[in-house]
T-cell receptor
Framework: DAGVTQSPTHLIKTRGQHVTLRCSPI?????VSWYQQVLGQGPQFIFQ???????GRGNFPDRFSARQFPNYSSELNVNALLLGDSALYLC?????????????FGDGTRLSIL | AQTVTQSQPEMSVQEAETVTLSCTYD???????LFWYKQPPSRQMILVIR??????QNATENRFSVNFQKAAKSFSLKISDSQLGDAAMYFC?????????????FGTGTLLAVQP
């Protein structure tokens, strides 16, 4: 079975632009979470969606938004990009909502802001 | 709020030797999960091992084992018989039980080098 897939792999944008990152979870997984990993730091939680509903939001500005589609894939949108948004964006999926459910990560999207 | 601290930015071990990575956390919750994730240079985060807080027995997965000290809020990872493929960034992570979200709270990571 395919793992979590993210697209694009790399992206270069300039300040003020908008970006959309995409994630396809493992088949059958209904939960998708997004994390931001700045170079040299651990991932920071941005959003979690389960069954197409937002279940959690991290400490990120309103420029960050996300949604989950009926097929459980997800998009992360970031508006008015800042230099500080440069990071690796990771998507993780899990089968269900339970705390013990392991999260499976994708390879990430490397976003560079010029 | 919960926090996770990894005080060793970098560690090095000889092939076939044993190494221990440290992790401490802070929480007022009594039930939670702890995880160790491995992130090789290829970037994909891989689950190494997990521990349920209410279980006193330390988790083991082949060459990987943990030393979970709940009272001390310590969760170290021991890698036995280290292999070149173990070289990676290792992250300790915490997750609450209950609540609306299953978010992971990560430490800053420990970069492990394996010397041949």
């Amino acid at each position: 079975d395919a793992g979590v897939t993210q697209s694009p792999t790399h992206l270069i944008k300039t300040r003020g632009q908008h970006v959309t990152l995409r994630c396809s979870p493992i088949s059958g997984h209904k939960s998708v979470s997004w994390y931001q990993q700045v170079l040299g730091q651990g991932p920071q939680f941005i959003f979690q969606y389960y069954e197409k509903e937002e279940r959690g939001r991290g400490n990120f500005p309103d420029r960050f938004s996300a949604r989950q589609f009926p097929n459980y894939s997800s998009e992360l949108n970031v508006n008015a990009l800042l230099l500080g948004d440069s990071a690796l964006y990771l998507c993780a999926s899990s089968l269900a909502q339970g705390a013990g459910q392991p999260q499976h990560f994708g390879d990430g999207t490397r976003l560079s802001i010029l | 709020a919960q926090t996770v601290t990894q005080s060793q930015p970098e560690m090095s071990v000889q092939e076939a030797e044993t190494v221990t990575l440290s992790c401490t956390y802070d929480t007022s919750e009594s039930d939670y999960y702890l995880f160790w994730y491995k992130q090789p240079p290829s970037r994909q985060m891989i689950l190494v091992i997990r521990q349920e807080a209410y279980k006193q027995q330390n988790a083991t997965e082949n060459r990987f084992s943990v030393n979970f000290q709940k009272a001390a809020k310590s969760f170290s990872l021991k890698i036995s018989d280290s292999q070149l493929g173990d070289a990676a960034m290792y992250f300790c992570a915490y997750r609450s039980v209950g609540g609306a979200t299953n978010k992971l709270i990560f430490g800053t990571g420990t970069l492990l080098a394996v010397q041949p």
